[in-house]
DNA sequence: GCCGGTCGTCGAAGCGCTTCGACACTCTCA
DNA sequence: TGAGAGTGTCGAAGCGCTTCGACGACCGGC
């Protein structure tokens, strides 16, 4: 506890050493020896001494701030972004970094501004589309960035996500095993394709193709978020498809409405219609009945993002592409 | 465009001015010649000038960041959450500044670091409890500070909210007027009510007086998340109360499960029953059919929230207590 | 024609930190 | 015993900006 704003050099005084040896016990960029650091450490926390970032920012060249860049637009799932930005200020904080959080409406000007003004050392880019008006700015920029999602020409650039084309399949290779031959993909609302969005392209891809290689019949749909629409579509896919008895669910705000939709159509789940999700997990456990689903590990793709940030940021080489394996979790639905 | 960071000297350097001139030319401290400011601001956009941050912070110990505290916890409905971070991110960039995220899971440690770095110059807590241990602390800090929510003990303290209270009250009287006089609400999950979140408490409060002044019969109940548990309360409460014919949905997510139980409960909104909800307007008028709502003004609650503690920033005095008056637009539910 | 007042600009002193080179020691090993 | 190699610590030079006091130049009033 102490009066105004302590400096590092009232902790030199308190402890009786140069400011400089003060820094160095904070950094440990040379050696101090053990009775020095000891008495500088008690100072510290006696007089409650907390570095000024600006300071610090001015003096390193470095904020110990990384940028967060949310995009926050329609046909996003919120609460995975939510848990996306969650995870991501957490991993930062085990590296000594803070999060500053951009909006993509302030468009790339606000990436400018905060990597010009040495405001942030390194950015985390959410929900990256195929085609990225970002994307170019990022390939010219000092700072190191990482995308969560995939543009269409990453090149050049470093990329995270979950593998959902494997995901896909690995949906498919799971009904296939229970011995279902027709089965339909539900996916995101169409706008989110329309926008072409990777990872409802990619899940669909992966769907497609090992419908192919397992040699059954399937069809994808984009699904959209109310009860109504969601009712309508499924309703349609059962006069449409007699004989179809497995269902790939790959939009979360709609599985709820999807498990009620064939409540109400009379198909009990998984008796008359098997359903995988591909969703978090609290939310496939929560469903009635709880889902088999292949989890999007949110907290595992925040921190790999922050992790490869980071590597970046120490000019350690990073892979281009990462890609986490999908995990299918068996529950009741099948 | 140029190579690497454009420092203020050289602007100066470039524009044939003394480095404090470009300084009064940007921050408008001092009255500067309108031939001289060209000339600067030109020289500025030559070079592509960025002030550096952390050299800014130091010298004029403003950082321009104010820190954002989210709670992300269990039953706070996350997209609510979200449209407030977003107001609350483009409020503070009208005021040039950038915005800070925190979450809660890093305790009162975080509010303390942020402030006693001077890594902020002020702090926005959202989700704020009746009991919260974030307070104590706030009252301490140099720092001015702006609550999205209510403690109990709101002394000395800044805050803003949606006038819950009143908006519950909103709700039976627009039921009453319709020639409702057994009514019920249903509310947040059980959860929420025993952590004591305020507005889940103070739009209950606000229902039974408003219940109480109309003379009309009511009760209230929590109402959890998933589809299973509001179909077996609505369908409790229906049996419970043969008389019942209004209903008021302070939950989000629940709303739709609501509407959907009714359905299946064989009610029909409004003929049977008539639903008046308290969220936001989209899903107000997503849901079937459009529901009369009191919307919750999450961009209005953000850019408030931001108002004021620039105003605090000033030094410029503002009112303790900020509510907000509930609007209820009437839709086809009622 | 001189005095007091703006007005517009400049130079320099920090803001609190990191980091570089220097320097006094203490060990080792020839 | 003395050269060489570490250790541990210090002082000072910035980092890029804001802000204060100073100072000509120019104005109007007497």
Redesign the interface.
């Known amino acids: 506890m102490s009066g105004r ?1 302590v400096t590092i050099a009232q902790v030199a005084k308190h402890a009786g050493v140069a400011v400089s040896t003060v820094s160095y016990v904070l950094s440990g960029k040379r050696t101090i020896s053990a009775d020095t650091r000891r008495r500088v450490l008690d100072s510290i926390s006696a007089l ?1 001494y ?9 003096a390193s060249k470095r ?1 110990n ?1 990384i940028a ?1 860049v949310l995009p ?1 637009r329609a046909g996003m799932h ?2 995975v ?2 848990r996306f ?2 995870a991501v ?2 991993a930062a ?1 085990r590296f000594d970094h ?6 993509a ?2 468009g790339t000007d ?1 990436i400018h ?2 990597a ?4 942030v050392d390194a950015l985390v880019l959410m929900d990256v589309e195929l085609d990225d008006r970002r994307v170019p700015l990022l390939r010219e920029l000092p700072e190191p960035s990482v995308l969560i999602g995939f543009p269409a020409e990453p090149a050049g650039l470093t990329c995270v996500d979950l593998d959902f084309a494997a995901a896909g399949a690995r949906c498919v290779q799971h009904l296939a095993e229970r011995g279902h031959d027709e089965i339909a993909l539900l996916g995101a609302p169409s706008v989110v394709y329309d926008r072409g969005t990777g990872f409802a392209t990619r899940t669909r891809e992966g769907f497609v193709a090992a419908v192919d290689d397992h040699g059954l019949k399937g069809v994808t749909l984009p699904c959209e ?4 629409e969601v009712y309508e579509t499924v309703r349609d896919l059962l006069l449409d498809r007699p004989g179809l008895s497995g269902l790939v669910v790959h939009n979360e705000a709609a599985v ?2 999807v ?2 939709a064939l409540r ?1 159509l009379g198909r009990r789940v998984p008796h008359d219609m098997a359903v995988v999700a591909i969703c978090p997990d609290d939310v496939a456990e ?3 009945p709880p889902l088999t689903s292949v989890l999007i590990p949110a907290e595992e793709v925040g921190r790999e993002a922050v992790r490869l940030v980071m590597d970046k940021l120490e000019g350690r080489a990073v892979p281009d592409s990462t890609l986490l394996t999908p995990l299918l979790a068996v529950r009741a639905s099948t």
Chains 1, 2 share one sequence.
């Open positions: 704003t409650g907390h570095p000024n970032a600006g300071a610090r920012a001015l904020s701030v967060l926050l919120v609460p972004l939510m930005a969650s200020v957490t904080r803070d999060v500053l959080l951009l909006t409406d302030e606000g501004r905060v010009a003004s040495a405001l978020d109310t009860f109504d709820g409405h498990l009620a109400q929560r469903a009635g």
